[in-house]
């Protein structure tokens, strides 16, 4: 399996521009998370899904940010405007999603917004 | 509520062990986890222990959980410079699929 996958793996953006991460999590996990990961905060969960269904989204930071997963294999994150202090590493995670299993990550994706 | 501490730095010789330490507050936890992130990638699972275990031993690594004090311990045997990364602990809490992570031990492994 190729595991988890995310794209782009840099982004490198303007403030105020929109900004879309994309993630496919491994075939046949049904739980998928977003992580920000930043020197100040550390790994913080933004949000995360069980069936395509966003269970709990309370790490979301503002409105700026919103996430879907219109199918079981593929989630996008959305900055929209993107501003500074969003420039961090985003990771996407999946597991098979029964309580017991463990989260595989994605390589992430460092986004730098000037 | 939920609150999973490390240590920042360790810094060890090649060929000695390491000690990785965590604590963590909610004793609900279930499963606790050890994962290895290297420079510029992703977090790999590296092991993972049941709350009901004590020790969890595979091959260079052991895990050693003090569930009456929340003490979550990694040792690596016979550290190697391939291992220099952080090192984070996380807890699976109640039944559902969120994990709490430390905050990263960053493990630097000299000759």
């Known amino acids: 399996d190729a595991g988890v996958i995310q794209s782009p793996r840099h982004e490198v953006t303007e403030m105020g521009q929109e900004v879309t991460l994309r993630c496919k999590p491994i075939?046949?996990?049904?739980?998928l998370f977003w992580y920000r990961q930043t020197m100040m905060r550390g790994l913080e969960l933004l949000i995360y899904?069980?069936?395509?269904?966003?269970?709990?989204d309370s790490g979301m930071p503002e409105d700026r940010f919103s996430a879907k997963m219109p199918n079981a294999s593929f989630s996008t994150l959305k900055i929209q405007p993107s501003e500074p202090r969003d420039s961090a590493v985003y990771f996407c995670?999946?597991?098979?999603?029964?309580?017991?299993?463990?989260?595989?990550f994605g390589p992430g994706t460092r986004l730098l917004v000037l | 509520g939920e609150d999973v501490e490390q240590s920042l730095f360790l810094s060890v010789r090649e060929g000695d062990s390491s000690v990785i330490n965590c604590t963590y507050t909610?004793?609900?936890?279930?499963?606790l986890y050890w994962y290895k992130q290297e420079p510029g990638a992703g977090l790999q699972l590296l092991t993972y222990?049941?709350?009901?275990?004590d020790m969890k031993q595979d091959q260079r690594l052991t895990v050693l959980l003090n569930k009456k004090d929340k003490h979550l311990s990694l040792r690596i045997a016979d550290t190697q410079t391939g291992d220099s990364a952080i090192y984070f602990c996380?807890?699976?809490?109640?039944?559902?699929?969120?994990?709490?992570f430390g905050t990263g031990t960053q493990l630097k492994v000299e000759l």
């Open positions: 995670a999946s597991s098979l999603g029964s309580w017991q299993e463990t989260q595989y």
């Open positions: 075939s046949g996990h049904n739980s």
């Open positions: 899904f069980n069936n395509n269904v966003p269970i709990d």
């Open positions: 909610d004793s609900s936890s279930t499963y």
């Open positions: 222990i049941f709350s009901n275990m």
């Open positions: 996380a807890e699976r809490t109640g039944g559902g699929n969120k994990l709490t």
